[in-house]
């Protein structure tokens, strides 16, 4: 009798060990974050993964996606398209779900068709190439404008401000670099203004010398700039010691305080298109209070990070279901979703609705600094 007892005894406690562990091993629904975590472009990479990061913390805390706990899984492509793909591909491996990334146009193109072909949905926080949009695929979303918008804005603005001015374009060759630039040129020619100097430099480059004399010898009060913060701070400081004092314009890839770091007290003066500065609208205060607690600041692409967590969740909601094939469709009904950065739809090709670039000046602030400042 003993013994049957001892016996029953274990047996109850194995019942509920295993209960415990199945309990405790559940398995979490996996997203993914995806961006330049490295090399020149890390600073962009910083903002989606803090970004995502605070999102998932905030999902979990409330309860989960659906009642399921998320666990975020990071990638770092380093800006660089053959790397992206094999995030893309490690994220397949690992059972990844969503994604949210990559930020260089030119390495989101190729990761999103590692998506399309496994299922996965996307939603890009940077890319504005309207190449990302515009083959098709189902699965794949921005939050974040075009360039296409964004040179639009670009293009009419020097064209009603600079019309009798010289005007010269420079860009790094890259899909978001020279297509930003091309959209510019192109809105600005067909207006009547053309250029007198348009060069492409390599990404990664440091010394702008021959840029800069051909911008010396052009005359040029204007100069465009498709390309990044790290060369288009290079090239604005190299500009000055050179004593060009052309007025430098760019697009969201300088939307950083890197930029005035690397192009010094020159960079005072230079206008920037960007969407309204998300740090401003009252529903993304409490979620900005939460960054500073994390000694973190918002700029740029993190609350566009955070957004695209949010629409991911809110979809999923509509929908009940975590299938990245039904979120999506969920997503391409023309709903709007409210996210920290003001209310979001979505076109049939994944595309926000809304059109809302902005232009904005580098300006000294009381402390000294230089940042950007919304006209």
């Known amino acids: 009798m003993r013994l049957m007892k001892l016996a029953a005894a274990l047996s109850a406690t194995l019942v509920a060990a ?22 020149k472009d890390a600073v962009f990479g910083a903002q989606l993964k803090q970004g995502v990061q605070l999102a998932v913390d905030d999902l979990n805390a409330a309860g989960g996606l659906n009642g399921q706990q998320l666990e975020l899984v990071v990638g770092d492509d380093a800006g660089d398209p053959k790397q992206g793909r094999s995030v893309a591909n490690t994220f397949v491996g690992e059972g990844v779900k969503f994604v949210v990334g990559h930020f260089n146009s030119g390495v989101t193109e190729p990761a999103s068709d590692v998506y399309a072909e496994n299922g996965i949905l996307m939603v890009t926080p940077g890319s504005t190439n309207p190449k990302i949009t515009e083959r098709g695929l189902s699965n794949v979303f921005r939050v974040c404008g075009r360039d296409d918008q964004q040179g639009k804005v670009a293009g009419e603005y020097i064209a009603a401000h600079f019309k009798d001015k010289k005007i010269a374009i420079a ?27 348009y060069e492409g ?5 440091r010394d702008f010398s021959a840029l800069v004399s051909k911008i010396k010898d052009s005359g040029a009060d204007i100069v465009y700039w498709g390309g990044v913060h790290t060369e288009g701070g290079s090239i ?8 060009v004092n052309a007025i430098m314009m760019g697009g969201d890839g300088i939307a950083t305080d890197e930029f005035a770091a690397l192009g010094g007290p020159g960079t005072e003066g230079t206008l920037m298109t960007f969407g309204p ?3 401003k609208r009252p529903e993304a205060q409490a979620v900005i209070e939460k960054f500073k607690a994390r000694n973190f600041k918002p700029e740029a692409y993190t609350l566009y990070s955070y957004a695209a967590v949010q629409v991911i969740a809110e979809a999923a909601k509509a929908a009940n279901t975590v299938d990245p094939a039904k979120v999506a469709e969920e997503l391409h009904k023309g709903n709007t979703y409210k996210t920290v950065i003001g209310d979001l739809a979505f076109d049939p090709k994944g595309d926000v609705t809304r059109i809302d670039y902005v232009m904005y000046t580098w300006q000294k602030q009381p402390d000294g600094t230089i940042t950007y400042v919304q006209n």
């Open 201 to 205: 430099i390599n990404s990664g480059e």
């Open 236 to 243: 604005l400081r190299q500009m000055r010691a050179a004593g």
């Open 18 to 39: 295993l209960a415990l562990a199945s309990c405790g091993g559940e398995q979490k629904l996996k997203i993914g974050v995806a961006g330049p975590l490295t090399g």
């Open 171 to 197: 860009h790094d060759k890259t899909t978001y670099g020279k297509g930003l630039a091309d959209e510019t040129k192109k809105v600005m020619n067909g207006l009547g203004v053309q250029e007198v100097l």
């Open 277 to 279: 500065d998300p740090q």
